[in-house]
């Protein structure tokens, strides 16, 4: 008999299946802390949560017969997906079932800011007859921003042009064919920034994400523009919309996550009459959480009886025999993968990974997951070695393998080549005996670099004193330069430049970077 832990109020339509199967008990289970979920998790088999339950190593640890955690939701963020990876724990989740009522509440976020229907409500209820402070504004002819044009953005796309609303989108996998089909215009964060009426979030939060939307973005702004965040607390920095709202220059804000959830009682948000708020709902609605339990009950009960599954998100045990041959290259494979994903700007067409000497003659399909995984993992959640090649290919990214037994100069060589509409870029990397991974090809250049650590790739014009501007500028940042390389064809030509620092470059570094005279591209990189 397999026993099922229900945390944090998952529908019971939606655990039906579960309630129904013979050879299933399940025992719902709400508001348990850490140590009491720790006390009572060895006897379990099976774990279902939603987005408050913290699925932690610490609770991993104490399950040794923990066989799922199934997230009846979208976003893994309350999910150690490295501790359970490591136990052979699989998670799941629900990606579909709440792109609807997530959508639909961020449409109600922008038509209450857009009319300030919660201060409206609250004045009439105290008693005042107030018709003269709340005059909105319509959403027609409107200009909406979207950042992440996944299911939730794409559906509310296509909500926003039934609203006579001009939609612009910024998403790296938003290529110009679906843009159109969606009748959206593609523009970037800070094209976005400068035009939109009303900007909408809908990606997950990575480091490529955290506050995508900050100071520098409002800045540019238009004065009266209003946010809505129903994505990830994170997205947009906190507190420079609060100040963004001192300064006159966002009207109002509807957020419906937070960057801690719930928000302290002294969260600036709480008190500001232009901000209006709601406790992570985007998802809760009957038809939502009974499609998400269902999904994933429905997965839990194919695992735990060894049945084939989907939706898994972290990484399934490699056969031993494969293992053997390629573990020595996944690393080396994630982290080309991951290089030329967070170099290669615009939406992604087709990968072309070659594999030359040692590894022409093994099967290389899980390595191709490692590489496909680094690509996607910069944009996409819960990039994993199983779905990796089903997101590539539902996004339309045509992945492409190649072989040949000899590599010139290497007895084992990893080629990745990223192509979009309008770059193509290269990298390539070895395993060096007694050195470890090394690149040693970026585009045309030769370079021998260890891939680890913060990275900046600069192209520049080869000139002299730029090296020297460029570590003078680090300095003067307290930012330090472990190594330096620097590649070059022709003397006096285009040149790069790959630095590692033993910290993160700060934003605005970076921004008087790219300023510097004769660099044509500054790249930061986290490998
Ligand atoms: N408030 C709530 O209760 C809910 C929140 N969510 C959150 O909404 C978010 C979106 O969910 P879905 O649309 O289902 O996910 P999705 O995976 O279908 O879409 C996310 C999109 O973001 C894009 N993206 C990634 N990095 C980007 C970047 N740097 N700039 C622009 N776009 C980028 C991806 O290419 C992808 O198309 C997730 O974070 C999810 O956890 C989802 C459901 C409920
Ligand atoms: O389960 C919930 O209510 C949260 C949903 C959510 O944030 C998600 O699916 O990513």
Redesign the pocket.
């Known amino acids: 008999m397999y026993k099922v832990l229900v945390m944090d109020g998952i529908s019971d339509l939606g655990i039906q299946l579960l309630n129904d199967a013979a050879d299933v008990t399940v025992d719902k289970k709400a508001g348990l802390s850490e140590d009491e979920l720790v006390a009572i998790i060895a006897d379990y088999d099976a774990m279902m949560v939603r987005?408050q339950t913290k699925v932690t190593e610490r609770i991993m640890a104490a399950a040794p017969k923990l066989k799922v955690v199934g997230r009846a939701?979208?976003?893994v963020d309350n999910i150690n997906l490295e501790a359970a990876t490591q136990r052979g724990i699989v998670v799941i989740n629900a990606?579909d079932g709440?792109?609807i009522?997530?959508c639909e509440?961020t449409f109600a976020m922008m038509m209450a800011v857009a009319r300030s229907i919660p201060q409206a409500y609250k004045k009439t209820v105290e008693g005042e007859w107030d018709r003269k402070t709340f005059v909105g504004v319509e959403l027609r002819n409107k200009v909406l921003g979207i950042?992440?044009?996944?299911?939730?953005?794409s559906e509310v796309a296509r909500r926003a042009k039934v609203f006579g609303m001009e939609v612009i989108g910024?998403?790296?996998?938003?290529t110009e064919e679906r843009a159109e089909k969606l009748g959206v215009k593609l523009g970037t964060v800070n094209e976005i920034a400068a035009q939109a009426d009303f900007i909408t979030v809908?990606?997950?939060?990575?480091n490529?994400?955290r506050h995508?939307i900050a100071r520098p973005q409002f800045e540019l702004m238009r004065k009266g523009v209003r946010i809505i965040n129903?994505?990830?607390g994170g997205i947009i920095d906190e507190l420079a919309l609060v100040e963004a709202i001192e300064s006159g220059i966002v009207a109002g804000a509807a957020f419906?996550?937070y960057e801690q959830e719930p928000p302290q009682a002294n969260h600036p948000f709480l008190n500001n009459p232009k901000i209006i708020v709601t406790p992570?709902?985007?998802?809760?609605t009957v038809e939502a959480q009974e499609n998400v339990a269902i999904d994933v009950s429905e997965e839990v009960l194919h695992i735990l009886r060894d049945e084939p599954f989907k939706n898994a998100v972290n990484m399934p045990p490699v056969p031993a025999t494969v293992l053997n041959q390629l573990q020595p290259y996944f690393s080396l494979g994630e982290k080309l993968g991951q290089f030329i994903g967070q170099t290669t700007e615009g939406a992604v067409k087709e990968i072309v990974v070659s594999y030359a000497g040692d590894l022409a003659d093994v099967d290389t399909t899980p390595l191709t997951r490692y590489i496909v995984r680094g690509i996607l993992s910069?944009?996409?959640?819960g990039v994993n070695i199983v779905n990796a090649m089903h997101l590539a290919k539902s996004r339309g990214v045509n992945v492409v393998i190649q072989k040949s037994a000899a590599s010139k100069t290497f007895t084992n060589l990893l080629s990745v080549t990223l192509k979009t509409k309008n770059e193509e870029h290269i990298v390539a990397g070895t395993l060096l005996s007694g050195y470890g991974e090394r690149i040693v090809q970026i585009d045309q250049y030769p370079v021998d670099i260890a891939p680890n650590g913060n990275l900046l790739l600069i192209s520049h014009n080869d000139k002299p004193g730029i090296i020297g501007r460029v570590g003078t500028l680090l300095g003067s940042n307290d930012v330090n330069i472990a190594t330096m390389q620097v590649g070059r064809k022709v003397i006096g030509g285009s040149a790069i430049m790959v630095l590692t620092t033993d910290k993160q470059t700060p934003k605005e570094v970076l921004g008087q970077l790219v300023q510097l005279p004769d660099l044509t591209h500054v790249s930061e990189l986290s490998l």
């Open positions: 987005s939701g979208v976003g990606p709440n792109t009522a997530t509440l950042l992440g044009m996944g299911r939730i953005g910024y998403d790296p996998f938003l809908h990606t997950p939060l990575t490529e994400t995508i129903c994505a990830r419906d996550v992570h709902l985007g998802a809760s910069n944009q996409l959640e």
